[in-house]
């Protein structure tokens, strides 16, 4: 085989941090958020996976709830941000997806929805804080009663928040947008959604009925300082390489494009076939961890575009062929994340159509 770059889902992996995920929220349901395709794992890989298990899931946009439903998924499926023109409504309705209802332009669209072609489960979403989405709070009791009254609506409205630094886990901002979202909704019907994944491990009073969730469900955490491991996740992605060369490089040398690094002594250069051309971040400093066999080694030198040099002085074991491991069972994407300057879910999420997907039951 000629590709050598692979990204193996654990689907094995996808269905214990459901279930971790339901254990630790239950009562509360959970929305399993496979947006921008499942975290780059695979939307309709992920949701075969999580089919039965999962109570709903969640996307971002319409396309991928029409995806979902082409490969026969009969769940719950929430847009996250709604319809975007007032022609996705009718096309919501014949597929029977809710819709999160976060902008007065949005209403009068759905002033004139049609009840004939089945009532609209819409989630009104309040902006408490996070100022992106969402009505003011003090614009939602008005907004519930309006929604209410509109005959292609169902009458069952949810009411939702989202959380801007949930993973700061004794924050004031968290506590101020949970104070903010029950000033606004109290004495309103329906069922609440207010926790993302830190938010489910950190704010217990914030899980409503509904917990949407997605980091942790690929085992990944936004947590400072913490891995998905760390509680009780594992990773659904592995991402894997081959040791394409080893080169003796004398001392004073320097590596890759602009010479960042300068071999301190003769040494040996490892090759790996990955590169930002896969979604192996470019912003990956020298020191970043990669697997070789069995041991951490240091990337040197600037990520290219097909090919990352990594010292090997601490693995003379390797050899050509050796499979290198840059994230997933054996190293945490979290840390190379940390030392790329981004999150672990920009990096499952930036895998490239060169990348081959293989699954297992891991
Ligand atoms: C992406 C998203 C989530 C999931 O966040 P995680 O940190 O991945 O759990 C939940 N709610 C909304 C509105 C989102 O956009």
Redesign the pocket.
Known sequence: MSRTTVATIHLGALRHNLARLKELAAPANVMA?V?ADA?GHGLERVARALDGAAEAF?V?SLGDGLRLRAAGHRQRIVV?SGPDQAGDIAEMQRLGLDA?IHHESQLQWLSEASPSRGRLRVWLKVDTGMHRLGFAPERAATVRELLAAMAGIDPDIGL?T?FAESEVFDGERTRQQIERFQTATRGLAGPRSLS???AVLGWPDARGEWV??????YGLS?VEGKTGADFGFRPAMTLSTRLIAINTIKRGERIGYNGLWECPQDMPVGVAAVGYGDGYPRSAVAGTPVVVGHRQVPLIGRVSMDLVTLDLRHALEAKVGDRVVLWGCELPAEIVAAQAGTIS?DLTCGMTRRVLFVEDDQ
């Open positions: 958020v947006k975290y969640a971002a996250l999160a939702m989202h993302n994944s830190a949407r969730t997605g980091g942790l469900l936004v879910y």
